[in-house]
């Protein structure tokens, strides 16, 4: 490979900054921790799909078993996209517990747990009605400065849309349900 027509500094640098160019208009700090925060409400919002998921057998709904499955697996797979953008950008996504719920509180995500399906399904509402918030905001906050971010949190927030929209639907077709 001839790399004669780079300098040593460009070809270290290059190595430094990976994707990171200069027609790169964001701040990666900020955008680093703005997606620690997302994904944060994404790990958090994984955990109570499970919980239903278990707790569904008990209310003799093995469909509702499976769409709680499915959902927490989507999830995962969200947190796992912005877990690959931070990386790319030179962050690391955090693993604490403790670091992640404290995170995903700072976008007003705080995942609850009821007894019944309907109360399940609300929370579940809730908490994607959160994220739909918190996505926005900061969909509209990085604009067009860095687009591939912007375009990867425009399709998770397409599907956090479509998850709280199918949530509002469901509820609105049946009434509460005590296991
Ligand atoms: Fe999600
Ligand atoms: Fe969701």
Not at 27 to 52: C, F, G, M
Not at 139 to 162: H, K, N, S, W, Y
Request: no cysteine.
């Amino acid at each position: 490979m001839n790399t004669a027509s780079y300098t040593t500094e460009a070809i270290q640098d290059a190595i430094a900054q990976g994707a990171i160019t200069e027609a790169y208009q964001a701040d990666p700090q900020q955008v680093i921790v703005a997606l620690n925060q997302l994904r944060a409400t994404e790990v958090t919002s994984y955990l109570p799909y499970k919980q239903h998921a278990s707790m569904a057998v008990s209310l003799f709904a093995p469909g509702l078993k499976d769409d709680f499955e499915a959902h927490a697996t989507l999830e995962l797979q969200h947190a796992d996209v912005l877990a690959q953008r931070i990386q790319q950008l030179g962050g690391v996504p955090i693993s604490s517990p403790v670091e992640i719920a404290a995170q995903a509180a700072t976008v007003g995500v705080r995942p609850e747990q009821g007894p019944t399906r309907r109360e399940m399904i609300i929370e579940n509402l809730m908490l994607e009605r959160q994220q739909v918030a918190a996505y926005t905001t900061f969909v509209r906050e990085l604009g067009e400065r860095d687009p591939t971010t912007r375009r990867l949190l425009l399709e998770i927030l397409a599907e956090t849309e479509r998850h709280a929209s199918e949530r509002a639907d469901y509820l609105k077709s049946t009434t509460d349900v005590r296991p």
